[in-house]
Structure formats: structure tokens, C-alpha cells
């Protein structure tokens, strides 16, 4: 299924004109966790689409794809799969703060243009590496028989696995390209607790509320009167002296979002407006 079936599958499910999006297109290849957002939440999307993230990737050696991944044109370079240890000792490489080339068959725009779009057409062209980070890469099995190796990694959001798997075979003097990826975590939120699309019927019973998909930021309480009086109407407050964005909450519920300045904290995003 496609990140826009999903979304799909479930509009259905909901009111007339419901907004409703995901926050991080998912290729046609993986699967896993796909973070939806439903009508006023959608406000939210730019920092849910920023966290960082868990995949679960396998990687075939000793052959290379023109897409990085087994949708694409396969290429055998008859070159052996790499030892263990030798795969182990080049994680440290490709670990920490790295400088990543985009694939071609990725949905980043060049010209106004998506490079998957070029790629369709046979054209290639020269793209500018991007600073990504790999918070940890780590060799989960190595299957010898089938020339596949299964990877752990944590990445920041704008990684690409495909491309990381294909500059560690080509360190290694080998090639390699992606069969499976799965998606086990975005930010703090897992895989482990998702709903599957065999429970997308029962999709209204388990709608998570804002205030936990934001749990990764610091937050404020305030007082029902500077709620509805300030907050819900995108009003200046009182400084938090936090750093960065906060949530503005009261009683349990996330009503805004704000950042601090000199004049007084801002609202980024007011969920409770009317």
C-alpha cells in the first residue's frame, strides 16, 4: 500500500471535507509506520515530518539497482558478500554527521521538476549533497545464501536508507541495493503501537490526541482564563524562558503552540481557534 492509499483508506472513514495528511511519504517498497494527521492536528505536520527516525533495512550485496532498491533496474557485479567482520568495521564510517547525495529516483524537485520524473525519462543529473546525521547503524543478520545483510538504523529525518546501504557496499568494494524497508519509529512514536489497515474500521477508536504526538516538546500550562482569553486567539503571553518551540497547554488539553521573543511568547500554531 501506498502513503496515499493510506490516506485515502481512512478519509473515507471520516466527515465530509475532514483535512487530513501524513507527514512523510513512505517509497512504494517499505512498509511500517506512517504518521497520520486529522483536521486541525494537520497544523502540526512540520514537527512531526522533522523528528528522527528507525528503520529496519535489508540490503542485497553483489549487485547494484538504478533506483537503489529492487523496484529498479538490477545490475550483478558477481562480487562476493563482504564478511561480517569486515561490514561491522566500516558502520563507524558511515555513523555520525555525513554529507548524502540524493538518489535520482527520489521525489526531491530540481528545476521545478522531481528527480524520479527525470530518472523516468533516462536523464540524469548532478545533485548537491545534503548533511544528514546516523544517530546508529548496527549489522543485524547476515544471511550468506541469499547474499543479504539486515541493518538497524536511527536517522535523522531527510536520510536516505538506500543511499546509505549503496555507499557502504561501494566502501566495501561491492554494490548493493534495498529488498525490504520497514519504518519502526518516527520520533517517539513506534511501530509497535500502531493500527494496521486491517483496523482501519475501528480508526475513530484510536485516534491519538495532539498532545502526545507532541510529547517530544517542552510544555506550559496555563490558566483557563488566559487559554480562551490569550491563547485561542493567538494573544501575546507571559515569557516561558524556553528555548525553541512549546507547548501551551490547559487542562490536559494542547490548545497552541508558542516561541519566546522579547515581547513576550508568539504563537506558532493555535489549535483551539474557532
Same mark, same amino acid.
Given at each position: 500500500?501506498?502513503?496515499?492509499?493510506?490516506?485515502?483508506?481512512?478519509?473515507?472513514?471520516?466527515?465530509?471535507? *475532514?483535512?487530513?495528511?501524513?507527514?512523510?511519504?513512505?517509497?512504494?517498497?517499505?512498509?511500517?509506520?506512517?504518521?497520520?494527521?486529522?483536521?486541525?492536528?494537520?497544523? %502540526?505536520?512540520?514537527?512531526?515530518?522533522? %523528528?528522527?527516525?528507525?528503520?529496519?533495512?535489508?540490503?542485497?550485496?553483489?549487485?547494484?539497482?538504478? *533506483?537503489?532498491?529492487?523496484?529498479?533496474?538490477?545490475?550483478?557485479?558477481?562480487? $562476493?558478500? @563482504?564478511?561480517?567482520?569486515?561490514?561491522?568495521?566500516?558502520? @563507524?564510517?558511515?555513523?555520525?554527521?555525513?554529507?548524502?547525495? @540524493? $538518489?535520482?529516483?527520489?521525489?526531491?524537485?530540481?528545476?521545478?521538476?522531481?528527480?524520479?520524473?527525470?530518472?523516468?525519462?533516462?536523464?540524469?543529473?548532478?545533485?548537491?549533497?545534503? $548533511?544528514? *546525521?546516523?544517530?546508529?547503524?548496527?549489522?543485524?543478520?547476515?544471511? $550468506?545464501?541469499?547474499?543479504?545483510?539486515?541493518?538497524?538504523?536511527?536517522?535523522?529525518?531527510?536520510?536516505?536508507?538506500?543511499?546509505?546501504?549503496?555507499?557502504?557496499? *561501494?566502501?566495501?568494494?561491492?554494490?548493493?541495493?534495498?529488498?525490504?524497508?520497514?519504518?519502526?519509529?518516527?520520533?517517539?512514536?513506534?511501530?509497535?503501537?500502531?493500527?494496521?489497515?486491517?483496523?482501519?474500521?475501528?480508526? !475513530?477508536? !484510536?485516534?491519538?490526541?495532539?498532545?502526545?504526538?507532541?510529547?517530544?516538546? @517542552?510544555?506550559?500550562?496555563?490558566?483557563?482564563?488566559?487559554?480562551?482569553?490569550?491563547?485561542?486567539?493567538?494573544?501575546?503571553?507571559?515569557?516561558?524562558?524556553?528555548?525553541?518551540?512549546?507547548?501551551?497547554?490547559?487542562?490536559?488539553?494542547?490548545?497552541?503552540?508558542?516561541?519566546?521573543?522579547?515581547?513576550?511568547?508568539?504563537?506558532?500554531?493555535? %489549535?483551539?481557534?474557532?
Amino acid at each position: 500500500m501506498t502513503s496515499a492509499t493510506a490516506v485515502s483508506k481512512v478519509k473515507r472513514l471520516l466527515r465530509e471535507k *475532514t483535512k487530513i495528511g501524513h507527514t512523510g511519504t513512505l517509497d512504494p517498497l517499505a512498509s511500517g509506520l506512517l504518521v497520520l494527521l486529522l483536521g486541525r492536528a494537520t497544523r %502540526l505536520s512540520r514537527y512531526v515530518t522533522n %523528528l528522527d527516525k528507525a528503520y529496519t533495512a535489508t540490503a542485497r550485496f553483489g549487485a547494484v539497482s538504478d *533506483t537503489l532498491d529492487a523496484d529498479g533496474e538490477i545490475t550483478d557485479l558477481d562480487a $562476493p558478500l @563482504p564478511s561480517e567482520e569486515a561490514i561491522r568495521d566500516a558502520l @563507524p564510517t558511515f555513523t555520525g554527521n555525513l554529507l548524502q547525495v @540524493p $538518489p535520482m529516483a527520489s521525489a526531491l524537485k530540481q528545476g521545478g521538476v522531481r528527480l524520479y520524473e527525470l530518472h523516468r525519462r533516462g536523464i540524469s543529473v548532478e545533485r548537491e549533497a545534503r $548533511p544528514v *546525521t546516523v544517530h546508529s547503524l548496527t549489522l543485524a543478520d547476515l544471511d $550468506p545464501a541469499e547474499q543479504t545483510a539486515t541493518f538497524e538504523i536511527s536517522c535523522s529525518s531527510g536520510t536516505y536508507v538506500r543511499t546509505l546501504v549503496s555507499d557502504l557496499a *561501494t566502501s566495501l568494494g561491492s554494490g548493493a541495493y534495498l529488498t525490504a524497508l520497514r519504518r519502526t519509529r518516527v520520533g517517539h512514536l513506534n511501530v509497535k503501537d500502531v493500527q494496521t489497515s486491517k483496523d482501519f474500521e475501528t480508526v !475513530h477508536n !484510536h485516534i491519538i490526541p495532539p498532545l502526545k504526538v507532541m510529547a517530544h516538546l @517542552p510544555e506550559v500550562t496555563v490558566s483557563e482564563e488566559v487559554g480562551r482569553r490569550l491563547v485561542c486567539h493567538g494573544g501575546r503571553i507571559e515569557r516561558s524562558w524556553i528555548e525553541g518551540s512549546y507547548l501551551v497547554v490547559c487542562g490536559g488539553e494542547l490548545l497552541a503552540i508558542y516561541r519566546d521573543f522579547e515581547d513576550g511568547g508568539r504563537a506558532e500554531v493555535v %489549535l483551539c481557534a474557532k
